[in-house]
């Protein structure tokens, strides 16, 4: 007998090489006005970011940028959703690693608010997001984290009071995911191999989980 259980839905995922391309497609249907939230080094270094950069302008779309570097902050976060609060957003692309990616999604979340992301985060603050949001385009370059299929941004803060929580929502879960294998490429091998053990053991907690279910052993066994 399978006990009762709750799925929450997963994005409009595509996935394969060169689909980094679909993007441009995509952006038209939510707006002109694009945030993007990218790394410190890794996607400009690769080149790919010019390449975007060349896409967006012969479509006409208005875009900004916001890098993050490192583990997202709260004081980050307020940041960025400051500077951008006002510019008539229309839509917020994360393109980078897990930080990258939870970063996107908690900025997409906070621009409707008018206060610090700390007042909705579990155990931290007291008040629940409604999951109103900007919407928002996850595009991951490492695999492991999985954040652009998941409804929760993990955000930390380090010192004697740290810790580190999620801002959570069914609704926080991206819009649509980006799979394009060719961003990966230019991952140094030490970060592929650590980015491949981090999926190996989520598969393997969600696997022997006492919460797992058919539907997470199947995508555990795939």
């Excluded at 595509?14 to 952006?27: D, M, R, S, W």
């Excluded at 896409?55 to 959703?81: C, M, R, W």
């Excluded at 999985?146 to 380090?158: P, Q, R």
């Amino acid at each position: 007998m399978i006990p009762p259980f709750n799925f929450a839905r997963i994005p409009h995922i595509i996935f394969g090489p060169g689909k980094l391309n679909e993007l441009y497609n995509i952006i038209p249907n939510f707006g002109k006005n694009i945030l993007f939230v990218i790394g410190g080094k890794s996607l400009k270094r690769s080149g790919k970011w010019n390449e975007i950069v060349s896409n967006l302008e012969k479509k006409s779309l208005n875009f900004a940028e916001t890098q993050i570097s490192g583990e997202p902050t709260p004081t980050l976060i307020d940041e960025a959703v400051a500077k951008f609060r006002k510019k008539d957003i229309d839509l917020v692309v994360g393109i980078g690693g897990g930080s990258v990616t939870d970063s996107g999604k908690a900025i997409s979340a906070m621009i409707p608010k008018n206060e610090s992301i700390k007042h909705y985060l579990e155990g931290v603050g007291n008040k629940i997001h409604d999951g109103m949001k900007i919407p928002y385009i996850a595009i991951p370059t490492t695999s492991g984290t999985g954040s652009e299929a998941t409804k929760n941004a993990v955000i930390s803060e380090v010192g004697s009071k740290g810790f580190k929580k999620s801002l959570r929502h069914d609704n926080l879960i991206p819009n649509v995911a980006i799979i394009d294998p060719e961003l990966m490429i230019s991952c140094p091998p030490s970060i592929s191999a650590a980015c491949g053990m981090d999926a190996f053991t989520q598969l393997l907690e969600a696997y022997v989980s006492s919460k797992a279910n058919p539907i997470t052993d199947a995508l555990a066994y795939s």
